[in-house]
């Protein structure tokens, strides 16, 4: 008789067990499940440099943080990636500074024509320099990381072997490029990166000034047969995370994603350096691409075009209220600095096929 009534209350227990192990609401506490906007296309090193970030955090969280992650501007577009994140739209972004120049005034002292001479540098310069000064400006997000592009260079669809080859030529390019573009006496134009190949194609444009990952990853090599080495300026990035939600996440997912905030910086650096040798080759190899180097006196020529820039910023930005000539003077001191590492990436040479 107890062995008959027994068995019923047995598996009446273990079927309501197995209900609520089914229940929608059953595994959400063991899995926290975060997603991260991103604005470029998959295969572009921001959206690499994010995939990377994701696999580490679940790596290192043995699965307890699971990120969706959304590339191309499919939850997130460019300008709206830092006010999306504050107001919730995504619980992690990538966004780049340059495209508001205005709001990130003391990151984006990063673009200005000061010789960091690649990505690796730029990225640690970048992450020192917001470390140092914690701009107002981030105050209402968590920041993840930062890092920058490589030096911009120019691809054009006519070879540019001096200024005058430069003089009312139309190319794309982004933020502050205005400024040294018209230094030089070319247009710049603005557009978002994904409009490019179609002005190219119908002449809107005859070329661009970005970091050369570009030749490869959206095929510019196949229009822009030139590519003038100038290794102007870097574009600086950050990843942010929605305070609310940063908040919300355990002591231990929190630890996990502070020890990699420097360690994705220099990640990225050191592969975006890499990417754009591989880019090049590729398109030297593969599209005949002549690259064209300046010699020493007309780097120097196109170089002292630019001093104004520098000077303009310092004297806008101190009657902001901010210590101008500090920051200028920190990015240098913290560029010769990170220049000075063992085993860095060089400043990129290629070779003229």
């Not at 008789?1 to 959400?28: E, Y």
């Not at 557009?191 to 970091?211: D, H």
């Not at 591989?278 to 020493?296: F, G, P, R």
Request: charged residues 20%; glycine residues 6%; positive net charge.
């Amino acid at each position: 008789m107890k062995q008959r009534t027994f068995a019923p209350l047995t598996l009446g227990l273990l079927a309501i067990m197995a209900a609520v192990l089914l229940l929608p609401g059953a595994s959400a506490a063991e899995t926290i499940s975060l997603s991260y906007a991103n604005f470029p296309p998959a295969p572009t090193f921001p959206c690499v440099q994010m995939e990377r970030w994701k696999a580490e955090v679940e790596k290192r969280t043995n699965g307890k943080v699971q990120i969706k992650t959304y590339p191309g501007g499919t939850l997130l577009g460019a300008k709206e990636m830092m006010d999306g994140v504050i107001a919730g739209q995504a619980d992690i972004g990538n966004l780049c500074m340059a495209y508001q120049p205005g709001r990130f005034i003391v990151t984006n002292a990063t673009s200005l024509p000061l010789g960091i001479p690649n990505a690796h540098v730029g990225s640690l310069v970048l992450w020192d320099l917001y470390q140092k000064y914690r701009p107002k400006a981030f105050s209402q997000v968590k920041v993840l990381s930062m890092f920058t592009t490589a030096p911009a260079n120019i691809m054009s669809k006519k070879p540019v072997r001096s200024l005058e080859d430069l003089r009312g030529l139309d190319l794309r390019a982004s933020g502050g490029a205005a400024q040294i573009l018209k230094a030089w006496g070319a247009n710049q134009v603005g557009m978002p990166m994904s409009a490019t190949p179609e002005a190219l194609q119908k002449g809107v444009v005859q070329g661009l000034f970005s970091s050369l990952e570009v030749m490869k990853d959206l095929k510019f090599a196949e229009t822009c047969r030139y590519v003038t080495m100038t290794d102007t300026v870097i574009y600086p990035f950050a990843v942010v995370m929605n305070m609310a939600r940063w908040e919300a996440l355990p002591p231990d997912v929190q630890k996990v994603m502070d020890d990699l905030k420097r360690e994705q910086a220099e990640w990225t650096g050191i592969y975006m350096d890499g990417h754009v040798k591989k880019a090049m080759d590729w398109s030297v190899t593969t599209h005949k691409v002549e690259v064209i180097n300046l010699d020493a006196a007309a780097q120097a020529e196109w170089d002292q075009r630019l001093q104004f820039i520098t000077q303009e910023w310092i004297e806008g930005a101190k009657a902001k209220g901010f210590p101008a000539g500090a920051i200028v003077e920190d990015i240098k001191a913290f560029s010769a600095k990170h220049s000075d590492r063992p085993a860095r990436p060089q400043k990129l040479k290629i070779s003229t096929n």
